[in-house]
């Protein structure tokens, strides 16, 4: 069965400080793979996507994720955090091998920059 | 360009009424998803219709029903309400409904049922 996990419900991170956001999965085929960002009361943004090719992608406000296939992993990173970073933090992926468009989404993880 | 619009923006309804959500996609999109979201919770998917035909379905109740007109935009219908379906609706338009296409999302409606 296709699964998302984020193990961490909320990242604290000083402002200035690098931030990483962790995000396992498990799919039968290849995975695309999604993260998205979601302000309060609003709908979700698209950050970045891995399909195939470098395994660091690079995507929108300087967010880069790293896709690592023996670890099933594509964990979200910024060199730099922003106050303005601040907000809910979603993985996603589609599986190659399942005839289903659908996302699968994980649960989220709150991401929390202190000036 | 415009995003992907959604009405109402609210709504309160009461248990057993019927509900009707709207959705505009980014012009030149022809697939639209909707999407299920409880609070503290990742979205939950409830159908894709990609050139008006329905193209996926997730784990939902027949008293979900969605439909796609020749505009490519779409309602969202909810019969019989449940307390448990308060939530933020969520409609997600792409260029093509092909796994790589990123999703594009309105700001949701968020249904109240009393």
């Known amino acids: 069965a296709q699964s998302v996990a984020q193990p961490e419900d909320q990242v604290n991170v000083a402002e200035g400080n690098p931030l990483t956001v962790k995000c396992t999965y498990s799919?039968?085929?290849?995975?695309?793979l999604f993260w998205y960002v979601q302000y309060p009361n609003r709908g979700l943004q698209f950050l970045l996507k891995y399909i195939t090719g470098d395994n660091l992608v690079k995507g929108s406000y300087g967010f880069e994720a790293e896709f690592n296939k023996s670890q099933t992993s594509f964990h979200l990173k910024k060199p730099s955090a922003l106050v303005s970073d601040s907000a809910l933090y979603f993985c996603?992926?589609?599986?190659?091998?399942?005839?289903?468009?659908?996302?699968?989404w994980g649960a989220g993880t709150k991401l929390i920059i202190k000036p | 360009d415009a995003g992907v619009t959604q009405s109402p923006t609210h709504l309160i309804k009461t248990r057993g009424q019927h509900v009707t959500l709207r959705c505009s996609p980014i012009s030149g999109h022809k697939s639209v998803s909707w999407y299920q979201q409880v609070l503290g919770q990742g979205p939950q998917f409830i159908f894709q219709y990609y050139e008006k035909e329905e193209r996926g379905r997730g784990n939902f109740p027949d008293r979900f029903s969605a439909r796609q007109f020749p505009n490519y935009s779409s309602e969202l219908n909810v019969n019989a309400l449940l307390l448990g379906d308060s939530a933020l609706y969520l409609c997600a338009s792409s260029l093509s409904q092909g796994r790589g296409s990123p999703l594009h999302f309105g700001n949701g409606t968020r249904l109240t049922v009393t």
């Open positions: 996603a992926v589609r599986d190659d091998g399942y005839s289903n468009y659908q996302l699968i």
């Open positions: 799919v039968s085929g290849n995975p695309y």
